[in-house]
């Protein structure tokens, strides 16, 4: 039995072997074959191979040519396309990247890179400035910036001359926000991809999306700048100590709302564990508006004798119900809410889309001719935020004009905002019937 059915235009197909599109790179290790499958790629043709599965070759899976999301344009298999590392439930070997190396999958300015093992494991690495002073949270658009590092280095001596250059590094960076939310993602995508089919429609609560954060961070699946996380990282459980060695540490935990003004903050973490956190008074007002029991929360801490006390301002993240999505912001939240009751099948995109200009929209839904692009304007009063969502709609609108997207927004400055985005959502659903 082939291994492989390729389905080309029209009735013509034609029979493979993985040999076909898996082969040896230059170094050794085994990459797909990009001519094959840039010659497959046929967005009007949805189901383009069927694959024999290497665990059950009596079962055959239908697979999408999927292109690399992020960095130089390649091409591999993958069974979900609109979550290029998420297989759907149905798939009898959910990780087919594992018969490979995969070439690491690198964000924008090299800030974060996600790879995968030689067991078909994804892996993050962040690099980040942890304990520097004056440090900016994540924004919502603004997640890489560039340090620029000055070295000098000998080149070389010419008679009693010496001739030296100076190298100008960039090395860029995620903001202390951004390492919390690659973890998030690492995790998440453990958590989905490890999911008994009999517990797919269970809730996925904060404190399960915790413990798996906590999994993946004993297995030394995130790193931040080449070095284990676990060793500065932790996560309130019974079985680690509550006072740890060391000075300098990050603590993780969800927000369980007991909090006094300018005195102490408590992390929950597993198992009825929770930890103590003095507050400096100049950090008391950044605790406001954060939402009991679903806020995942991350502090940078000292230790002061016999407590743990805070040194940056902390990063808080809002997990949605019923899955625990990360969303940035209540109204995001509210939002969220709706497009789960209309039973859309959401994306929520964490990295900025090349394919959309290097924004990165609150939410894509599918299921439609195109994809419907999905923006939230929660702030209110904010003149500079304003300038920035003209910038977006204008060109959100324009692609729309072109008939590459949908475009649907929510705009909290407006009275009827909330109104006029779930009608606009209701409109797409009946015009696609």
Known sequence: MPELIYHYSGNRIQYGNYSDIIV??????????????????????????????????????????????????????????????????????????????LPPILSKNDAVRWSVNENGEMQVDVHVSLFAGGLREMTEDDVVSDNVEMNESRIGVRGNKEEAERRRTVRSQVEFGGLIREWYL???????????????????????????????????KITANGKELRSIAHIPHPS????????????????????ESGKFVKLRGLKSASWRIDIPEQFAKS???????????????????????????????????P?????ESKI????????????????????????????RPDFVLHGLDRDVVVEIYGRVGDEKYNAHKEAKREFYRALQREGLIHYVEWDAEEKDGQVRFLHSLQELKRKSN
């Open 240 to 259: 680690v100590k509550r006072h740890i060695e060391g000075t300098r540490k990050i603590l993780l935990g969800i927000y369980d709302g007991n909090f």
């Open 24 to 101: 040896p790179s230059e170094r050794g290790k085994k990459v797909w074959n990009q001519q094959v499958l840039r010659k497959l790629v046929e967005p009007e043709r949805p189901w383009l191979v069927e694959c024999c599965c290497q665990t059950n070759p009596s079962k055959r899976v239908s697979m999408h040519v999927v292109e690399r999301p992020i960095g130089k344009r390649r091409y591999y298999l993958a069974n979900n396309p609109n979550s290029p590392y998420q297989h759907t439930s149905d798939c009898p070997k959910k990780q087919l990247e594992s018969v490979v190396s």
């Open 186 to 220: 690492i995790a998440r995508h453990c958590l989905l991809e490890n999911r008994p089919a009999s517990d797919i429609s269970t809730p996925i609560t904060p404190a399960l999306i915790l413990g798996v954060m906590l999994k993946t961070l004993l297995e030394g």
């Open 332 to 359: 995001e939240e509210q939002a969220y809410a709706f497009l789960k009751k209309m039973s859309w099948t959401i994306e929520k995109p964490y990295h900025k889309r090349d394919d959309l200009g290097g924004l």
């Open 287 to 321: 605790f406001v508006g954060y939402s009991v029991g679903k806020t995942l929360t991350a502090v940078r801490v000292i230790r002061k004798g016999d407590h743990w006390r805070l040194t940056h301002a902390p990063f808080g993240a809002l997990l949605a119900q």
């Open 323 to 327: 899955d625990a999505m990360w969303v």
